[in-house]
């Protein structure tokens, strides 16, 4: 009897000790995936809510617009995104700047293609250099999530001058 109970125990808990393995398997690489899929969650919303007629919005004259900014990302994702895997950067075409369907579209197709490069990292790559350039994949990862943070707090300082509620600001239905 003793050895079917410690058989039934051996069972119960070798599904949860696999699952607090893999739970813990590329810790870091797995906490940088989530802060790309939030700050690009928020990023998209962003562009997404901001109206068509605040896309020329700046409050210096040395600022970028709105509709730049979200050009920039883009461009700026494409070219970090690729350097965390090794890929080749995918083709942009800069939209014009109120063109927000375009701009909308071109940010969330970057914010893709980072998901997909930051999809092949473990921790044991991060430390890996990156070929023909100084630097890791880790300074390429914190380059993009640094960068995606940094735009997001000033879109979000641009949304309340123009009377709206940044993303992560509103309420939760």
């Known amino acids: 009897m003793k050895q079917w109970v410690w058989v039934a125990v051996i069972c119960c808990l070798t599904p949860m000790a696999a699952r607090a393995q893999s739970a813990t398997a590329d810790p870091i690489s797995n906490r940088l995936r989530a802060l790309l899929d939030s700050e690009a969650k928020n990023l998209v919303a962003t562009a997404q809510e901001f109206p068509v007629d605040k896309y020329t919005f700046h409050p210096t004259p040395e ?32 939209p014009g700047e109120t063109d927000k369907d375009q701009l ?35 300074g390429a990862v914190l380059e993009v999530t640094n960068d995606l943070i940094d735009h997001y707090a000033t879109l979000s300082v641009y949304m309340r001058i123009n009377g709206l509620l940044p993303p992560t600001a509103q309420k939760k239905p």
């Open 63 to 94: 600022g970028m617009t709105v509709g730049a900014t979200m050009s920039h990302i883009a461009q700026v994702n494409n070219r970090a995104c690729a350097l965390v895997s090794g890929a080749q950067p995918p083709a942009y075409t800069k």
């Open 104 to 138: 909308v579209a071109g940010l969330q197709a970057s914010m893709d293609f980072c998901r997909t490069q930051f999809a092949t990292l473990t921790d044991a790559k991060l430390a890996d250099p990156i070929p023909g350039r100084e630097g890791t994949r880790f």
